[in-house]
Structure formats: C-alpha cells, structure tokens
C-alpha cells in the first residue's frame, strides 16, 4: 500500500520584476535552466517532504542536499523541472508541461539508489499540486534581507 505524500513548499525567489534569491541556488537553478533549455526561469522553490527519507542518500555516499522545482510560467505554457541538489552535482527527476499535463520521469532519478525514492505515482501526484497552486512557487514580494 502506498502511503500518502506530505510536503511543503517554500519559493526561493523574492521580487516580481527581477525575481533574486539565495546566490548558491540561483546559480543551480540557472545552470539547471540552461542544460533543460529555459532561457529564462521564473520560478523556483524548494520541496520539503514530512518524511525525511524522501530523496536522501544512503550513509556514506555524497549528501543530496534538497528537491527543487525549477522552470518557466508563462501565459499559454509553463514547464517545471523536479531535480535533487547536491554540492556538485544534481539528479534530474521529471520534468512535467502544463496545459498538457505532460510528464516525463528521468532514468537518472529511477537508477539512482537513495534511502526512499518517489514512486511514479507520487511524482504525478506532485506535478497535480504545483499544477493546482502555481502561486505557492512564484517569487515572494518583498525583499530578502530586512534591516534590525
């Protein structure tokens, strides 16, 4: 039986006309955008699932530090990617389009030994809730630093 998945999501990116964040991710994000062919990406946020299994690696191999969802939203079609960060590397995950509700799940993500991989299912499952709260990735008004 499958167990429901739980998680948060938390945007990275703060400011609507030129959207900044923490430099360590925008850079992943920007070096991730490129390689998937997104000039430009507007979005980006940070899933954080209840159990803390979900996409780490095994003890003693390279840490994975976090689940991104990275991409484009734009008037007539918006592409997410599903990617897990590390320090120097990255699994890309799925990569989901909407209107169409397409989704496409990498082999990286599937041949890859971690503690407590998605299942398909939750993958889409995924997709179904960025696709039904889009506003929950989109940048955050205000700044990112505030003054004491």
């Known amino acids: 039986m499958e167990t429901i998945l739980k ?16 430099i360590e991710q925008v850079l992943f994000a920007k070096k991730m955008a490129d390689k998937e062919g997104i000039t430009n990406f507007n979005s980006l946020a940070k899933l954080n699932f209840a ?6 690696a095994l003890a003693g191999t390279a840490s994975l530090n976090e689940t991104l969802v990275l991409g484009y939203e734009g008037w007539s079609k918006s592409i997410f990617h599903l990617c897990i960060r590390s ?5 890309r995950m799925a990569t989901g389009s909407f209107p169409n509700r397409e989704i496409v799940i990498y082999d990286d993500y599937r041949n890859v030994i971690l503690l407590n991989k998605l299942t398909d299912k939750q993958i889409k499952d995924t997709f179904d809730f960025l696709w039904n709260n889009m506003d929950m990735i989109q940048p955050k008004s205000g700044f990112m630093f505030t003054e004491d």
């Open 7 to 22: 998680f948060t999501i938390d945007s990275l990116l703060f400011g609507y006309e030129n959207p900044k964040g923490n």
């Open 51 to 56: 159990d803390e299994t979900v996409n780490k």
């Open 87 to 91: 320090g120097r590397t990255a699994i």
